[in-house]
C-alpha cells in the first residue's frame, strides 16, 4: 500500500553494513522507497504472520501481523539469519479494523528505545531505518505517519505456537518447532528429545533476558505470550518504559490498568508465558500424554531457578562482587529495599556505587549528604563485603561501571525528542539522545545532563501502545 511523500528520518547505516546491505545506496531514494513499502526490493517475499495468544491472560485464537509486513531475511556478516520486517506499512490480513500504519511517535519511541537496549548489552531486535510517510493517521487525534524497518534474530513468538495448537494441528508444530530449532537452537537437533531441549533453551533464554531486564530498571508493558520471541530477544516495544524512582509496583502502560505486567511481575509472568508455550509443544514432546505433561512440567519448573542464578549473577556483577558468597543476593535485596523507601533514583544509586568502589575517602562524597541512616548502614555493610574481595579497587570500579549504565532512555527525554520531532519537525533532540544512550556505560560529561531525574513538572506516568 504505497504512501504519499515518504522521507527518511534515521538510517542505521552501522547496523545496515553488519547485515551487508549497502549503505550509501539505503541513504537515497531507493532505501526510503524500500523502508516506505512503495518498493519492494528484488528476491523479498513480504508477508503477514499469523499468530495466537494470551492478551493480559486471555486467550485470542487469532491474531497476527496488523500493521507488520516481513520483507524477508538475510545473512549478517557472521552468517546469521536476521529478518527484515516494515512495522506500520499498512493493512494486512490481520488488521481486523485497522488501518495497519503506524504513528511518528512510537516509530520514535521503538528506535531509541531498541537501541538503547542493545548498547546495554541486552538481546533486542533492532531499528534499521525510520521513515515519515506524508499522510496522516488519526487516533486520538491527527498525527503524523512513519514506519519503522526492524531487524530480528526471528520473528517466531509463543503465540506462533499456540495458533497452531489451538487448532490441534500436530504437524505444523512439529514443522514450527523443527525451524526454530534449525534457526536458533541447532544443538538441540542431536539430543534425545530435540524438542525439549527446544523448550529449556527457551526457558534458559528468557531467563537470562528478564534478568538483565530487571536489571536496568525496564519495564515491557505489555508482556503478552504473542510479544514472547523464541528467540529469546526483547520484541514489540509499545508502552515500554524505564524506571527512574525505584519502586518494583511501577506501571506506566496506559493499557495495565491492573498492573499485571508491573515491574516486579515480569519473572513471573515470563514464567507464565513458558508454561503456555510448554502446553503448546505437548502432543510432539513424546507420544504418551501423560508423559509429555510430566516432563514439560519439569522443564517449566526450572524457570525460578534458572532466572534466580540470572539475577544474583546480575546482582553480584552491579555490586562488585567477583567471587560468589552466600548471602550476596541478600545484600542485594537489602539495598533494593532501601531504594524503595528513600525514593531512590535506580541507576544512578548503582552508578554512584561504581565510583564509591574506588574511593579511598568516605562516601559522603559520592552520596548525598542527605542520605539516610539506611543506606550509610548498607554501605558499611556493603564495603565490608568488598574487602573480602582479592580484586584492585579501580579493577573493581571499572568492572561495575560495565554493568551499571550511566544513561537509560529517561521517559521524560523521550518524550522531548517525540514532542520536538511530532509539533515541530524537528529531530534534533531525537539524534542527540540516540547518541548519548549509543555509549552508555561512559561517563560522558558533556552530556551530564541526561543523567539527571526528572523535574516534577517532567515525570512521565503513563505511556501509551503504538496501535
Request: hydrophobic letters at 40%; proline letters at 5%; one cysteine or more.
Amino acid at each position: 500500500m504505497p504512501v504519499a511523500k515518504p522521507s527518511l528520518i534515521k538510517l542505521n547505516s552501522v547496523l545496515a553494513q553488519h547485515l551487508g546491505l549497502d549503505a550509501e545506496t539505503l541513504s537515497g531514494s531507493m532505501g526510503t522507497a524500500v523502508f516506505s513499502g512503495n518498493h519492494v526490493p528484488n528476491g523479498a517475499g513480504p508477508i503477514a504472520m499469523a499468530y495466537a495468544g494470551h492478551q493480559f491472560g486471555g486467550f485470542n485464537p487469532q491474531l497476527g501481523d496488523g500493521r507488520a509486513i516481513l520483507l524477508g531475511e538475510v545473512l549478517d556478516r557472521n552468517g546469521v539469519r536476521r529478518d527484515i520486517q516494515l512495522k506500520g506499512s499498512g493493512r494486512t490480513p490481520f488488521s481486523r479494523r485497522g488501518d495497519g500504519r503506524a504513528a511518528l511517535g512510537p516509530v520514535l519511541r521503538e528506535y531509541i528505545v531498541c537501541e538503547a537496549m542493545n548498547a546495554l548489552g541486552i538481546p533486542t531486535t533492532r531499528a534499521l531505518a525510520a521513515v515519515t510517510t506524508g499522510e496522516p493517521v488519526y487516533r486520538e487525534m491527527e498525527e503524523p505517519g512513519a514506519i519503522l524497518t526492524r531487524v530480528a534474530k526471528g520473528l517466531v513468538r509463543v503465540g506462533t505456537f499456540e495458533f497452531f495448537a489451538v487448532r490441534k494441528d500436530q504437524a505444523a508444530i512439529k514443522t514450527l518447532a523443527d525451524y526454530v530449532i534449525a534457526r536458533h537452537y541447532p544443538a538441540a537437533r542431536d539430543t534425545d528429545n530435540p524438542y525439549l531441549t527446544m523448550l529449556q533453551a527457551v526457558i534458559s533464554a528468557q531467563a537470562q533476558l528478564i534478568a538483565q531486564w530487571m536489571g536496568v530498571g525496564f519495564i515491557h508493558g505489555v508482556m503478552n505470550t504473542d510479544n514472547m520471541s523464541v528467540a529469546g530477544e526483547t520484541i514489540d516495544y509499545g508502552p515500554c518504559a524505564f524506571m527512574d524512582t525505584f519502586d518494583p509496583s511501577t506501571v506506566y502502560s496506559s493499557i495495565d490498568v491492573a498492573g499485571r505486567y508491573r515491574y516486579s511481575n515480569q519473572p513471573s509472568i515470563a514464567h507464565w508465558n513458558l508454561a503456555q508455550l510448554a502446553q503448546s509443544l505437548l502432543p510432539i514432546l513424546t507420544d504418551d500424554e501423560e508423559t509429555a505433561v510430566s516432563i514439560a512440567r519439569h522443564a517449566i519448573n526450572e524457570f525460578p531457578d534458572l532466572y534466580r542464578s540470572a539475577w544474583t549473577k546480575k546482582m553480584r556483577q552491579k555490586l562488585g562482587l567477583l567471587k560468589a558468597q552466600d548471602g550476596d543476593l541478600a545484600l542485594a535485596e537489602a539495598l533494593f529495599k532501601i531504594l524503595h523507601d528513600d525514593r531512590s533514583d535506580l541507576t544512578n544509586t548503582f552508578r554512584r556505587l561504581c565510583d564509591l568502589a574506588a574511593a579511598k575517602d568516605n562516601q559522603t562524597e559520592v552520596f548525598e549528604a542527605s542520605m539516610s541512616d539506611a543506606l550509610g548502614g548498607w554501605l558499611v555493610e556493603w564495603q565490608a563485603r568488598l574487602q573480602q574481595e582479592t580484586a584492585s579497587p579501580q579493577e573493581r570500579a571499572h568492572l561495575m561501571r560495565l554493568a551499571n549504565p550511566a544513561f537509560i532512555p529517561r521517559n521524560h527525554l523521550v518524550e522531548e525528542a517525540i514532542s520536538a520531532a511530532v509539533g515541530q519537525g524537528d529531530f534534533g533532540s531525537f539524534e542527540r539522545l540516540l547518541s548519548v544512550l549509543s555509549n552508555p556505560f561512559e561517563d560522558q560529561p558533556e552530556s551530564s545532563a541526561y543523567t539527571h531525574p526528572p523535574k516534577p513538572g517532567e515525570v512521565v506516568r503513563e505511556t501509551f501502545c503504538g496501535t
